[in-house]
């Protein structure tokens, strides 16, 4: 506990020095801009902020973009009450009660739970996780490349079940990120594979080139034929607090929604839009009189802002310990913090303690900050908004492409970027999951190097994988996560429960 | 034949040629033993397997318009994209994107040109300062040489 307690000291003199504080208030603000505007979700957003971050150290450079990452979440949140529109995949069940409410002339209410909850849960998830990373780490550390490769399988198949109706298509999303990642120069032996013959892919794909086209560029394209010539509707913000009944109402709801939120985060692959929805479900569910549900129920703002809030901070963990992201976001940070030559996985707590306990106690220090930006600087947020989307686009557009030609300053990039951007309208526009991609594209390095390590090993002998205890139990976990959904579907369909309405 | 099915014809075919390429990649170590080619026949099969699943899956659904009326306008704009891409280096970027912008804001219906005009020259001007200037990016000068 002692330990615990001086590493938490350590991260805060870190997160608390002039330089980093500003860098978390910066990047909160940005992020909140991000957060609001269409068509830049978080995954874009901190996508697009790692070639400027990539020069300062890189414990302010993850300060920054996990400010930038948890503004983005604030902002969607904002623009899921007041206009009915989400910025991304997780603030999607905030609109079923949070636009209710606005209507009702109860934004500020709404808007202020949000707030809060998110701040107890992520509170919550940052104290568990200074507790729990620790621990992690130091049984990882037994972790052979077997287990390695065996673990990034997991969190590939957990997050193409949890990521879509149609696992086939999820699967097939993961399989292209990984397709994606072989091509570069192979390190083991020095070829070079699918560069054909272009020598700016010898490096590999870039993954700030991957997330902006399969996710901003896609966005607008997707976006591009509903832009009309009127404007947005608002709901009015009459009064911004809540009152103390709308408190007590919401309570049970953020705690319920921190801990199912934080639990998920946990597993690598599912994440903070499987969590939202999850408490959302679990809320109406539990309440004794759920009718008020989809017509402005405080609660049905509360869990699932706290959910993917503490969701969020759970995804760090998996992350940091085991160099295994738990969402897209955290697979563009754990990019981020690679090319920042910052190696995540258990040896990361004796190396670098001040990025790891550092981004702790930042993350903290950013919901704080968020909570006192937030509240009061709203209705700038939701001015950004009344910017008609015929100004909007072109803008995002241009910013994406400065995003990506300053990874690399070539027009190969930008065709590439160009290129996934149009997959990616093709993928969303037919139920694939782009996520999985991302996620994919992160691990697939890694994966291909545990494997091929781990049958060095053992003298090409494949078996390995399943002899050793540890990876045969992750395979079998990771087995089951693929058939769960038929085995779940072939339970249900005896007797005739009705379940999957409550969502 | 629906959108999946075309899809997974193609993703058929896209495997396939992914796993003949890898045939061509050898190993030079005898240490390593699966070599380079194992890891992209483990993916690319894979891929195939699914293409398989998602054509037989597939169930017909209709499609409300024309190729054109649903895609039209996200081609276009992909389409001047590219061409704004084509245009960074030798136009440079201030030039390049207040074409870029000002097409943008006129075609998604805004019906005052000098106002498009105007606003693009401004959005162009205060990203250039940003990124170029505050970020050092050193974003593509043209054919101008200037400004830097």
Known sequence: MSEVLQNLGYGFSIALQPVNLLYAVVGAFVGSLIGVLPGIGPVTGVALLIPLVVGINPASALIMLTAVFYGAMYGGSTTSILVNVPGEASSVATTFDGYQMALRGRAGPALSIAAIGSFIAGTFGVISMMLFSLPLANFALRFGPAEYCALMLLGLSTVSTLAGDNLVKAVLSVLFGLMLATVGTDLVTGIDRYTFGIPELLDGIDLVTVAVGLFAISEVLLVVDQVTSGERKFAKIERLWLTMKDFAASWWAIVRGTLVGFYIGILPGAGATIASFLSYGLEKRLAKDSSTFGKGDIRGVAAPESANNASAVGAMIPMLTLGIPGSSTTAVMMGALMIMNVLPGPQLFSKHPDVVWGLMASMYVSNAILLLLNLPLVGLFVQILRIRERYLYPSIIVICVIGVFAVGRSLVDLTLMLLLGLVGYYMRRHDYPVGPAILGLVLGDRMEQTMRQALIISNGDWSTFVTRPISAIILALAALSLAAPYIIAAVKRKPKVVLAQDV | ?148
């Not at chain 2, 397997?49 to 899956?57: E, G, H, K, N």
Request: charged fraction near 10%.
């Open chain 2, 1 to 148: 034949m629906t959108a999946d099915r075309l899809a997974a014809v193609v993703i058929l075919i896209a495997a396939v040629q992914y796993v003949v390429t890898a045939r061509t990649y050898h190993g030079l170590t005898v240490a390593d033993v699966v070599g380079p080619s194992a890891y992209p026949y483990i993916i690319g099969g894979l891929m195939a397997l699914m293409a398989v699943l998602l054509f037989v899956q597939s169930k017909p659904r209709p499609l409300g318009g024309t190729f054109w009326s649903r895609h039209g306008k996200p081609i276009l704009l992909a389409a001047s994209l590219y061409v704004y891409i084509r245009l960074l280096e030798p136009l440079g970027f201030l030039f390049s994107t207040f074409l870029y912008v000002s097409f943008g804001h006129l075609w998604l219906g805004e019906s005052s040109r000098s106002r498009a005009l105007g606003l693009s020259a401004g959005v162009t001007l205060a990203l250039w300062l940003l990124f170029n200037c505050v970020f050092d990016l050193s974003l593509p000068a043209g054919f101008l040489g200037w400004p830097r």
